[in-house]
């Protein structure tokens, strides 16, 4: 169980499990990231019955993360954080419990997503899973897996009974980890071109082929696995010895399905990579070599991965721009106090005219994008199915590019300090320009809302979704 809070612990020292503190003198000023930011505010405001929510979530991270981690501090454990969420009720609030498949309430009563005690409001889980990865985003970026079921949701809402069962009780109950397998080596991020395949043998499916590079492939107990249904005799084509351009072809034309692959099913293999920010989890290669699984572990009905896969992103995503935004507004907090404390000459540096620019544009960018965010959440609560998906891939690839210049004037403006493993800021941008990447380059992202402009309206869909005053 989670120790209960001290009502005041000395200062430079770690709570019980929690991570160690650094030095007295290096806590955060007053003014610091721990005063309740203008982003979270204005969220509250519009939704006062998230407060208690917001006031668990940030008395977990006060006990178990109580400041910003850096590189040269104990890495946080992370994994035994994220079980400690689960018996705090913080790790099935997001999935609303909706009847039918995946979503019915087993025999004890339990909802799919395991919401016991997590305080959230029905038609709120989107926005309270949205403030857990905002405020979690402010002490790391690797606290993004702590909270709410992850992508183990898409197990939860599409997956059958059984499969839906078994995923509450290991990613929700227990506080395990569930993943994504999507990225190929050769394809990226084109899902047409993804090339692991599920043979379809009646009763089972055997799946063959790689995904990479992929975040939790040591940690997390199953995947959601993105991959094409095929016929035995299109497989057989596809892996002889000189298979054609006409095969990979057809290929791409075979709709996109999704199945949960348990990652102690036999012929599963994992290679893991050492990536240059995000260290907190692991990355690297998933190998399927002939996997069995039953046909009920596939995830709706075969050719419905691509629905699964824009259904669940349009909101990751989203979650994912708001650890950004989270990291970024803590930035900025200890950028603006660092300025007001030190001085070139008889001049603050919050003085110059130039410094507070600068930062008063990146306050203004991270303020925006958090709105937006926050916004198109809104609209998912109200309509999960008609997500507005070219919006949500932009919010994402602005936020994390608003994100990232924050967090780089805030080094610049702690000097060399900024530049070492002491503060929190050089960790930031490198686990920032990781998720610029992950769940779509930005580059791509962007073109998804160019695209969806170019198209012009289309008859009941908004490009960009407004939030209903």
Same mark, same amino acid.
């Given at each position: 169980?989670?120790? %209960? ?5 000395p ?7 929690g ?15 721990? =005063?309740p &930011? ?17 006031a668990?979530?940030t ?6 993360l109580?400041? %910003?981690?850096?590189? #040269?501090? *104990? ?14 009720g ?10 039918g498949?995946g ?8 909802? *799919? ?8 409001? +029905?038609?709120?889980?989107?926005? /309270? ?13 690797d /606290? ?11 197990? @939860?809402?599409?997956? %059958? ?8 009780d ?5 506080g ?8 190929? +080596? ?7 071109g ?6 379809d ?6 799946? &063959? ?10 940690? /997390? =107990? ?32 075979? +709709? ?7 990652? $102690? ?10 990536p ?6 692991? @990355? ?8 069995r699984?039953?046909?009920?572990? @596939?995830?709706?009905? +075969? ?17 994912? !721009? ?32 130039? =410094? ?7 306050? !203004? ?12 959440? #809104? ?6 199915d008609?997500a ?13 590019? !608003?994100?990232?210049?924050? =967090? $780089?004037?805030?080094l ?7 530049y ?5 800021m050089?960790?930031r ?8 990447? !992950? ?31």
């Amino acid at each position: 169980m989670t120790p %209960p809070r001290a009502a005041s612990a000395p200062a430079g020292s770690a709570p019980p499990g929690g991570a160690p503190a650094r030095p007295a003198r290096e806590l955060p000023p007053p003014g610091g990231p721990y =005063v309740p &930011s203008p982003e979270l505010r204005a969220v509250l405001a519009r939704h006062p019955a998230l407060a208690d929510f917001a006031a668990r979530v940030t008395d977990f991270l006060d006990r178990h993360l109580p400041e %910003p981690v850096t590189e #040269e501090a *104990p890495r946080p454990p992370w994994l035994e954080l994220r079980g400690h969420a689960a018996r705090a009720g913080l790790t099935g609030f997001d999935v609303a419990a909706r009847g039918g498949g995946g979503d019915a309430a087993d025999g004890a009563g339990h909802a *799919p997503g395991g919401g016991r005690g997590a305080a959230v409001p +029905p038609g709120l889980e989107r926005v /309270a899973q949205g403030l857990a990865m905002y405020l979690a985003g402010r002490r790391d970026c690797d /606290a993004r897996e702590v909270f709410s079921s992850g992508h183990g949701a898409m197990a @939860l809402r599409y997956g %059958p009974p059984a499969v839906a069962h078994a995923v509450r009780d290991r990613v929700v109950e227990r506080g395990e980890l569930a993943g994504v397998a999507s990225s190929e +080596p050769h394809s990226g991020s084109d899902l047409r071109g993804l090339r692991t395949v599920a043979v379809d043998h009646g009763d089972h499916l055997l799946v &063959s082929g790689t995904k990479g590079l992929v975040s939790r492939v040591e940690e /997390a =107990v199953g995947f959601v696995v993105f991959c094409k249904v095929v016929a035995p005799e299109q497989a057989a084509a596809l892996s002889a010895e000189g298979a054609d351009a006409g095969d990979r072809a057809a290929l791409r034309e075979v +709709p996109l399905s999704a199945l949960w692959l348990p990652m $102690d099913a036999p012929g599963v293999r994992t290679q893991t990579a050492a990536p240059l920010g995000l260290r907190g989890w692991s @990355l690297g290669h998933l190998h399927f070599d002939g996997v069995r699984v039953g046909r009920d572990l @596939l995830l709706g009905a +075969p050719g419905d991965g691509r629905r699964i896969f824009d259904a669940h992103f349009a909101g990751w995503r989203l979650m994912m !721009a708001l650890v950004c935004l989270g990291a970024a507004g803590a930035a900025i907090d200890e950028a603006m106090a660092r300025t007001r404390r030190h001085s070139v000459g008889r001049t603050s540096l919050a003085s110059i005219p130039s =410094v507070a620019s600068r930062l008063g544009t990146a306050a !203004a960018e991270v303020q925006a994008a958090t709105a937006w965010c926050f916004s198109l959440l #809104e609209g998912l609560d109200r309509d999960a199915d008609g997500a507005d998906v070219a919006a949500c891939s932009a919010a994402k690839a602005l936020a994390t590019d !608003a994100s990232y210049r924050a =967090v $780089d004037l805030g080094l610049q403006l702690h000097g060399s300090d900024g530049y070492t493993c002491h503060t929190p800021m050089e960790k930031r941008l490198r686990d920032i320009r990781g998720l610029r990447i !992950a769940d779509g380059p930005n580059d791509v992202l962007y073109s998804v809302l160019a695209h969806a402009l170019l198209e012009g309206p289309r008859a009941g869909v908004r490009v960009v979704r407004q939030r209903r005053i």
